[in-house]
């Protein structure tokens, strides 16, 4: 996001944090069915295999819950003086901005 000469910042909006909870809802909720099978399984394994697959799916769902933390929150809506960004986030390395003249609106 680039400002144009003697345009300021005035507020920038966040995200509500309601949907973010719901997102996060959807990570444990897509994480529980690997621990059900490796906890079904936990007769068959050794300590040290459980442990690993215990240690596996957690790191591999807290990456993922990092990722989804972070395109959740870098979104945001700032608006200057001359007119209203949306930076929206698609992936770690790509965003989208989108905009409107004040005058517009």
């Known amino acids: 996001m680039h ?3 003697k345009e300021s910042i005035h507020r920038v909006y966040r995200r509500h944090y309601f949907p973010f909870i719901l997102e996060t809802l959807k990570v444990l909720g897509a994480s529980a069915p690997f621990y059900f099978v490796l906890f079904v399984l936990q007769q068959t394994l050794t300590s040290n295999q459980f442990m690993a697959g215990f240690f596996f799916i957690t790191v591999l769902f807290v990456i993922v819950y990092v ?3 972070f395109l959740y929150w870098a ?3 700032v608006v200057t003086n001359f007119r209203v960004i949306f930076v929206d986030w698609k992936l ?5 901005e ?3 003249e004040l005058h517009d609106i």
């Open 67 to 69: 990722v989804v933390a």
């Open 92 to 96: 770690l390395n790509m965003s989208e």
């Open 3 to 5: 400002l144009r000469s």
């Open 75 to 77: 979104d945001k809506l």
């Open 98 to 100: 989108h905009e409107a």
